[in-house]
């Protein structure tokens, strides 16, 4: 089943409060997942240059500190750590590719959750609403965010297998819906040099969306290529560095609402999530077209 | 007890979705005959299973299967409905003044659901005898496999209208993306003006019978055979 939610900010005040705003509508999905959830935040982008990573590790103890100061004398990096959860937000003083290079070989047991400027991810299997505490979700600003309740169908529930699945710099999916050619598509991935951290069928569609980027796709290439090559039914939605996307398989049976207000652009699985909003009965609310690409995107200041 | 004239407010923000239900399946033995329903806010079910003619206003949006199942009463949604809204409706009315989701009326064996907006896909998929008439647009796949009864569309329909449709007749004013399997254009005789110039009454809806065209079924897909009866 799965919900998922995503609110893009067209007002300061809706960037300021966004977290609170989106902790409802999240909770409000929790019949819909109850297994595992997950959010993407695009806040407080770093310089060009720097890498905001998201890290996670499974002791809730981990001493993010020293990986800090490790990473410091190796690259560069910021003096504050953000720690959510078992989650921890650190920020290199060094490209993506470096960065993530260095995590990987100097802390091989901490998981890298997202890389890039603005994005951080914070998932975590259990209940929507202990997730929410746990993260302090309702603290976080930004200009938009997307967020999951995973019902688990073909895969294990673990905090791997939890959405949203980062697909490259400031990228991520969420997902409601099941692929059913996930296997063979996983096979050819990894010849082309993708890499998969669990059996799940949306890491496998992030993972193509993730290599038909690297490939110099534009988002809409990516999205015409989905359409072709992936069987099974789904709702997208995809976070960018600049707004979100929203695109449903051709027969479009898993369920999608989007409203917008002057003051916000809101999508979920359902209405009743969109009603937790504040001016939700004057928005204007409609259900996307199958296999029709729907975008919001800010202008860069 | 609440008398036959009084109007019942049922708050939903207060009063379990179970509760409000229960009420409305107990108003067939006695009660108000008026209902209005507020703060629904999306929730799933509203309003479902009634078997009393009633009159039931939901003040806003409503999640899954509004008035599913309903049988003699009148609802009327000031807002959106989302998927199956009067899913398998016996008979009475269902007006939906804003936009409908999938599978609207799926189902239906009789009663008249009118949509203002427009209704997304598989709009009327498998009625049985309903009669549907939605003012804006239907999505792609309506009236898949449709029995009986009578959908009419006063703008345009999309892809793969009809798909593998028995006998239900289809009226459509605007244009018709694309007809599904077995389904073709039919000629508009008199029995149909009459019918469609009915709904259109019924529904209030601003719409002349001359700028609709009909289909249905070309009878090919489907080998039901009259003289077989006895074989089913």
Redesign the interface.
């Given at each position: 089943m799965c919900g998922i939610v995503g609110l893009f900010a067209k007002t300061p005040e809706v960037e300021a409060n966004l977290g609170a705003l989106l902790a409802p509508m999240l909770h409000e999905m929790s019949d819909r997942g109850p297994d595992s959830a997950g959010v993407a935040f695009y806040r407080n982008p770093v310089e060009s240059g720097h890498t905001k990573l998201t890290l996670q590790h499974d002791d809730p103890a981990y001493d993010w500190d020293a990986l800090r100061k490790a990473l410091k004398e190796a690259h560069g990096a910021d003096k504050h750590v953000e720690r959510r959860g078992n989650h921890a937000v650190v920020v290199a003083h060094a490209d993506a590719v470096r960065a993530e290079a260095w995590i990987e070989e100097h802390h091989p047991d901490v998981k890298i959750m997202s890389a890039g400027e603005a994005i951080e991810i914070y998932k975590e299997v259990g209940r929507p609403e202990a997730f929410i505490e746990t993260f302090d979700i309702k603290s976080l600003n930004g200009t938009h965010a997307l967020g999951h309740t995973r019902m688990a169908t073909e895969s294990k529930v673990t905090t791997a297998g939890s959405h949203p699945f980062s697909t490259g710099l400031d990228l991520c999916l969420v997902h409601n819906g099941s692929l059913s050619n996930h296997n063979g598509l996983r096979r050819m991935l990894r010849r082309e040099g993708v890499r998969f951290q669990t059996e799940n069928d949306t890491e496998v569609a992030a993972g193509f969306m993730m290599w038909r980027q690297r490939e110099g796709d534009t988002l809409q290439q990516v999205v015409d290529r989905c359409i072709e090559d992936l069987d099974g039914f789904y709702t997208f939605l995809i976070g960018t560095r600049d707004g979100f996307a929203v695109v449903r398989d051709p027969?479009?049976?898993k369920?999608a609402?989007l409203a917008e207000t002057d003051e916000w652009v809101a999508m979920s699985s359902?209405?009743?999530?969109?009603?937790t909003l504040p001016g939700a009965?004057k928005a204007v609310?409609?259900?996307p077209?199958?296999a029709t690409l729907y975008m919001w995107e800010k202008e860069r200041v | 007890m609440a008398t036959a004239t009084d109007i019942e407010v049922v708050d939903l923000a207060v009063t379990p979705l179970r509760e409000l239900n229960q009420r409305l399946h107990d108003a067939a033995s006695g009660g108000s005959r008026s209902w209005r329903i507020v703060n629904p806010?999306?929730?799933h079910a509203i309003a479902v299973g009634i078997d009393a003619e009633l009159d039931v206003v939901i003040e806003?949006?409503t999640?899954?299967y509004a008035a599913g199942m309903n049988k003699h009463a009148t609802v009327t949604i000031e807002g959106?409905a989302?998927?199956g809204v009067g899913e398998n409706i016996m008979s009475g009315r269902i007006h939906v003044k804003?936009?409908a989701?999938?599978a609207c009326a799926a189902t239906g064996r009789g009663g008249l659901v009118v949509v203002d907006g427009?209704a997304?896909?598989r709009c009327g998929i498998s009625m049985k005898g309903v009669e549907i008439v939605v003012k804006g647009d239907i999505?792609?796949?309506s009236g898949f496999m449709a029995q009986s009864g009578t959908l009419v569309v006063c703008g345009d329909a999309?892809d793969a209208l009809g798909d593998s449709i028995y006998e239900t007749h289809i009226y459509v004013r605007g244009s018709v993306q694309g007809l599904g399997a077995d389904c073709i254009e039919k000629e508009l005789k008199e029995f149909h003006r009459a019918e469609l110039g009915r709904l259109l009454e019924a529904a209030g809806a601003d719409a002349k019978v001359d700028e609709f065209r009909r289909y249905g079924s070309a009878r090919q897909l489907y080998t039901f055979n009259i003289d077989n009866a006895g074989a089913y």
């Open positions: 027969i479009a049976c369920p609402v359902e209405y009743r999530s969109i009603a009965e609310a409609w259900e077209a199958p | 806010n999306g929730a806003g949006h999640g899954y959106n989302g998927v804003g936009n989701s999938q427009n997304s896909s999505g792609h796949m999309g």
